[in-house]
């Protein structure tokens, strides 16, 4: 990926199971699916890619890993999260 060519948007998102992810979706700097509900409701793909993600349920983390994948029929909904100033 080329530097400037993706933002990194952090999100929460609780999915069946009542299992919570924490991670980062990378979304285009321009064009078309520049914003998280327009990446989300993009009916052509079925999942969403997230990096760093954390699995936590009822409070206690259970997982992370570095990349995850998610089918949107499991989500029960997605927040976007403030961005950290590096």
């Given at each position: 990926?080329?530097?400037?060519?993706?933002?990194?948007?952090?999100?929460?998102?609780?999915?069946?199971?009542?299992r919570l992810v924490e991670g980062v979706v990378n979304l285009p700097?321009?064009?078309?699916?520049?914003?998280?509900?327009?990446?989300?409701?993009?009916?052509?793909?079925?999942?969403?890619?997230?990096?760093?993600?954390?699995?936590?349920?009822?409070?206690?983390?259970?997982?992370?890993?570095?990349?995850?994948?998610?089918?949107?029929?499991?989500?029960?909904?997605?927040?976007?999260?403030?961005?950290?100033?590096?």
């Open positions: 990926m080329a530097e400037g060519v993706f933002k990194k948007i952090p999100v929460e998102i609780e999915i069946s199971g009542g700097t321009s064009g078309y699916k520049t914003r998280l509900s327009d990446f989300v409701n993009d009916t052509a793909n079925s999942f969403i890619p997230l990096t760093n993600a954390v699995i936590s349920k009822d409070g206690r983390m259970e997982k992370k890993y570095h990349s995850i994948i998610i089918n949107k029929a499991a989500i029960i909904h997605i927040v976007e999260l403030e961005q950290k100033e590096d």
